[in-house]
């Protein structure tokens, strides 16, 4: 039915005399009863700025800027080379990272299936049997006739053979079709969306470890640097044992200090194996030591986080965008379900070859056969099924709308709570180093005082524990600050190392 190209408007015309008939049809069949839509409660506006509670507020607004630290590559937050290279390796090899490539993949597949399905379907094919009736039918009278017929030439039983071409084509004057392809593709945004929100937990966890593993050999560090002090402090009190100055007590004492601290290093050397098997795991290799720059943990510098304006997570976060394609998809589905209470218009047609004898299969025009049919089906009676999926797809769309509401408002808490968070372990931090310096002062005064016999054992012993309580926390704190900070750049959308090649819709099929 393909008409000349110098008549722009027919084929506008066959649309429209389809809708006519349908159309027609709805005048005698009541399909107009449609059930009305649920409407999706309003949700909270999103604010203008980045305001926090007073508690929070100074450290939020001193990071509020024009611009995102989303906008920041990875080489560019994160400037250890190591680091760096254990993202990169997690980003090429994580096996949950390729399952989800292959979740895009079914998408994409699921695009181009909705793509053909409002197109005609052709086939071609062959085939070939024979029907024996009744003699003591109308069809078996006719032929017990025909075979006793002077000439004999029709068979019994009456075979057939059939080589031709068939064509179906439901047409698509509703959209139902169309709007489900529309909707294939918005849930393809969202499985690559999907991945990309994966992708920025990944570079979050790799780095989070990595940081994790700096701190635990400084904790290492630490308990040697004070086992070396107790082991001074438990000569010194045997000296004076010996020397006849003092008791076995001491010695006892400063002994128990240095066995539970190397059963304490013990522990921390069994969560550094599980830390560096969680990167091993990560970047999708097996258990192996992991390289990293331990000695400047304390030295590791990250650029200054700017939140920039709440609107911008709607732009930056791969999970909000992936709650708003689901959310139109969902939209796209109501109007797909809608369209099943209106008329369905196909049309079929076929043309070949046909005889009961293939000896005449190509005789033309003698072994022609062809067909043309066109129906128009609407639903009248019981249509319970229609309303329930039409229902059903309203209820996903409102499922949607609340779903989009919540991820955003927990992308703007994240914000507020992770930039929080960074701002005040960094003060934390400082109060604490300026309370280490003088715990280090106290217990070296305590050794010498100690070792010239002027304070009793107890206050040195007691020196060296709030000495390595104190490492201990600032090594902690200071971890807190760098997670903190690794996790702001995660809420603000940071770490989407795979968003500028990812969102390519797959080609039309042909």
């Keep these: 039915m393909n008409l000349p190209e110098r008549f722009p408007s027919a084929r506008h015309a066959q649309h429209a005399v389809a809708r006519a008939l349908a159309c027609g049809l709805l005048l005698v069949v009541p399909a107009c009863n449609i059930p009305g839509l649920r409407q999706a409660e309003s949700g909270a506006v999103l604010p203008a700025g980045f305001d926090a509670p007073a508690n929070a507020g100074a450290a939020v607004a001193a990071a509020s800027t024009s611009e995102s630290s989303a906008q920041l590559g990875v080489e560019e937050f994160y400037t250890d080379p190591l680091l ?28 181009m299936a909705r793509r053909g399905s409002y ?8 085939g070939g049997g024979f ?35 068939d064509f179906f084509w439901r047409l698509d004057i509703w959209r139902a079709l169309r709007n489900a392809r529309d909707a294939a593709e918005q849930r393809f945004i969202a499985a690559v969306e999907r991945r990309n929100a994966f992708v920025t937990r990944l570079v979050a966890d790799v ?16 308990l040697d640097q004070t086992i070396t002090l107790q082991e001074q402090s438990r000569e010194i009190a045997k000296a004076r044992k010996e020397a006849g100055r003092a008791t076995e007590l001491p010695v006892q004492r400063f002994q128990a200090e240095v066995r539970k601290n190397q059963s304490e290093k013990l522990i921390v050397t069994q969560e550094v194996v599980e830390a560096e098997n969680r ?7 097996y258990p192996q030591p992991v390289e990293r720059a331990s000695a400047g943990f304390f030295d590791v510098t990250i650029p200054a986080l700017s939140v920039g304006v709440p609107s911008q997570l709607l732009l930056n976060r791969p999970d909000v965008r992936q709650a708003e394609r689901e959310l139109q998809a969902a939209g796209l589905d109501v109007k797909s379900a809608r369209a099943r209470f209106y008329p369905d218009l196909t049309i079929t ?26 129906g128009v089906v609407a639903p009248l009676i019981n249509k319970n099924a229609i309303k329930a ?89 200071k971890r807190q600050q760098l997670t903190a900070i ?15 090649t990812a969102r390519v819709l797959p080609a039309a099929p042909r």
């Design 207 to 222: 780095a989070e470890n990595y940081y994790r593993l700096m701190a635990l050999d400084k904790r290492l560090e630490t």
């Design 389 to 477: 999926e039409y229902l059903s797809a309203n209820a996903r769309q409102l499922e949607s709308v609340y779903n989009y509401q919540r991820v955003v408002l927990n992308a703007f808490t994240e914000v507020i709570n992770r930039v929080s968070m960074a701002e005040n372990y960094r003060k934390s931090l400082e109060i604490k180093r300026q309370q280490l310096e003088s715990l280090e002062t106290s217990v070296e005064v305590a050794s010498k005082l100690f070792q010239g016999a002027r304070v009793e054992y107890v206050e040195v012993l007691l020196a060296q524990r709030d000495l390595l309580e104190a490492r201990t926390v600032v090594i902690e704190t």
């Design 349 to 374: 047609a076929g043309v070949g070859y046909q005889t009961f004898n293939p000896k005449y299969l190509f005789m033309t025009p003698e072994a022609l056969a062809a067909n043309l049919v066109g």
């Design 119 to 126: 197109l005609p379907f052709v086939t071609a094919g062959a």
């Design 84 to 111: 760096t290279g254990l993202i990169r390796q997690a980003a090429a090899n994580n096996r949950e990272l390729k399952i989800l490539d292959q979740e895009i993949e079914i998408s994409r597949n699921e695009v």
């Design 131 to 165: 029907d024996k009736s009744s003699r003591y039918t109308r069809e078996g009278a006719v032929e017990d006739q025909l075979t006793i017929a002077p000439d004999r030439f029709f068979p019994n039983p009456v075979p057939n053979t059939r080589l031709g071409l």
């Design 279 to 285: 990167v091993n795991f990560l970047v999708n290799r």
């Design 486 to 500: 690794v996790n702001a750049y995660q809420a603000l959308g940071g770490g989407d190392l795979l968003s500028n």
